[in-house]
């Protein structure tokens, strides 16, 4: 009975997707991105890459992944990238972060750098230049935001720093008014970050997978949260390697709250909770250090 469902279900998609086109999916994004699919992703693909099928008038996913891999340089990739990345966010996320970093600029000597690797949609680079201006206690202090995501999508939507105003829900009134402009008339009910907050975030296209980063440190913190679980530990063990180098010797590092670094790169050492920073006694020779498996 359960098979028959089964079988009826996938007879009712409007394209045939075999194992054989999931695995050619998650070795194709691997080898882009360095992000690793799960066995569980397979409906999320055929979800997503369906819309890229249609856009194009492809009728097959075995016609769209040979045309991809026939022509390296298409700007098909781009858009194969883009679909398949996870953008999950909202202003002040794993908010304990922030009076960490606001307490650590204090101390620190201008101008004041921290790189986003992530900036999804942009309310986490925000944020952040949000918490530096409250910590220096102006809104046009001498610090500087680098905010990078792979998808080119939403790295638009981040440099145009426009919101539903429900966005702003869980942030307290006075710092929404501080730092949004609301919209009015046909801009009713959306909020756009205040021009000084923009100013002080560059936006670029980065896959952590490239030879060459369009960042320079040396940076005061670096955010790096809630990507580190799509790539394999071999890959994350290369980013961090690649981190260290680019930070200051008081730097700190941030995670995602499901994310261990320590097991990764022997560079850095725990600090408190997903916040992590350079180990002065292993700093030269920053290697990375296979997971420990379980026995």
């Known amino acids: 009975m359960v098979n028959s469902i089964r079988q009826k279900q996938e007879t009712t998609k409007e394209f045939e997707f075999t194992p054989r086109d999931f695995e050619r999916v998650r070795s194709l994004i691997y080898q882009r991105a360095g992000i690793a699919l799960a066995e569980s992703k397979q409906e999320m693909v055929y979800s997503r890459l369906a819309r890229r099928l249609r856009a194009t008038g492809i009728r097959s996913f075995q016609e769209y992944l040979d045309g991809l891999e026939s022509r390296q340089d298409s700007d098909e990739w781009e858009a194969f990238t883009n679909a398949l990345t996870t953008n999950l966010t909202s202003f002040f996320r794993e908010s304990h972060h922030f009076p960490i970093l606001a307490e650590h600029v204090r101390g620190a000597k201008e101008p004041v750098t921290v790189w986003c690797a992530a900036s999804s949609t942009g309310e986490e680079p925000y944020s952040i230049a949000m918490t530096l201006c409250e910590a220096l206690g102006t809104l046009t202090p001498q610090a500087h935001v680098i905010a990078t995501d792979i998808d080119t999508n939403v790295l638009a939507t981040a440099a145009a720093g426009i919101y539903p105003i429900e966005r702003l829900d869980k942030m307290p009134?006075?710092?929404?008014?501080?730092?949004?402009?609301?919209?009015?008339?046909?801009?009713?009910?959306?909020?756009?970050?205040?021009?000084?907050?923009?100013?002080?975030?560059?936006?670029?296209?980065?896959?952590?997978?490239?030879?060459?980063?369009?960042?320079?440190?040396?940076?005061?913190?670096?955010?790096?949260?809630?990507?580190?679980?799509?790539?394999?530990?071999?890959?994350?063990?290369?980013?961090?390697?690649?981190?260290?180098?680019?930070?200051?010797?008081?730097?700190?590092?941030?995670?995602?709250?499901?994310?261990?670094?320590?097991?990764?790169?022997?560079?850095?050492?725990?600090?408190?909770?997903?916040?992590?920073?350079?180990?002065?006694?292993?700093?030269?020779?920053?290697?990375?250090?296979?997971?420990?498996?379980?026995?």
Request: glycine share 8%; charged share 30%; net charge positive.
């Open 173 to 295: 009134p006075e710092q929404a008014r501080r730092f949004f402009l609301k919209g009015k008339g046909d801009r009713a009910g959306l909020v756009r970050v205040r021009p000084e907050l923009r100013q002080m975030v560059t936006f670029k296209q980065l896959n952590l997978l490239s030879n060459d980063w369009p960042v320079q440190g040396q940076f005061d913190a670096i955010f790096c949260r809630n990507v580190m679980i799509y790539f394999d530990k071999p890959t994350q063990g290369k980013i961090l390697t690649r981190f260290a180098p680019l930070m200051k010797p008081d730097a700190l590092l941030f995670a995602g709250h499901s994310e261990n670094f320590l097991y990764v790169s022997d560079a850095f050492k725990l600090r408190g909770k997903t916040v992590y920073e350079l180990d002065p006694h292993r700093g030269a020779g920053h290697r990375a250090v296979p997971r420990r498996t379980e026995k």
